[in-house]
């Protein structure tokens, strides 16, 4: 005559108990809380990164028109005298000096370009998470200066 199991091996045959699931459940939210806010922070840390060198990108493209043209665009010309023969540059434009269009900051807004800029000969600035000037954390300013 064959035994019936009984104990332990025949209760985990069945399944896991409600409590069992609970404890499951809790450890994988205190893991969640922990690992999220870092995981979020480090994040915004990397578009930051990205903007600055987008902004680098753009600081060489400057300085090949500069070469060809003999002057950094105006203000008015903006970044898309990288893309598009402005007027004023006449024959002496060799552009494009971006492969795409100029693209926006990581959080959607367009960079600002001033010639002649505060501290150099231009400024190119994105104003951060916010779109506002100034701010801290995210929402800064980052410059090329």
Not at 14 to 41: D, N
Not at 102 to 124: L, M, R, T
Request: charged share 20%.
């Amino acid at each position: 005559m064959a035994k019936k199991c009984v104990g332990r091996a025949g209760r985990a045959a069945r399944g896991f108990t409600l409590l069992e699931l609970l404890v499951v459940i809790v450890i994988i939210g205190l893991l969640a809380a922990y690992v999220g806010p870092k995981y979020f922070s480090q994040l915004g840390k990397s578009e930051v990164t990205i903007a600055k060198a987008q902004i680098e990108a753009f600081e060489k493209s400057l300085d090949t028109y500069r070469l060809d043209v003999g002057r950094y665009p105006t203000t008015e010309e903006g970044l898309n005298a990288l893309l598009v023969a402005p007027a004023s540059a006449g024959a002496k434009w060799n552009g494009p000096y971006l492969k795409k269009g100029v693209p926006p900051d990581p959080w959607g807004h367009p960079y600002q370009y001033k010639a002649p800029g505060s501290k150099a000969e231009f400024d190119i600035i994105s104003l951060g998470r916010d779109g506002q000037p100034g701010g801290s954390g995210e929402d800064a300013d980052i410059s090329s200066q």
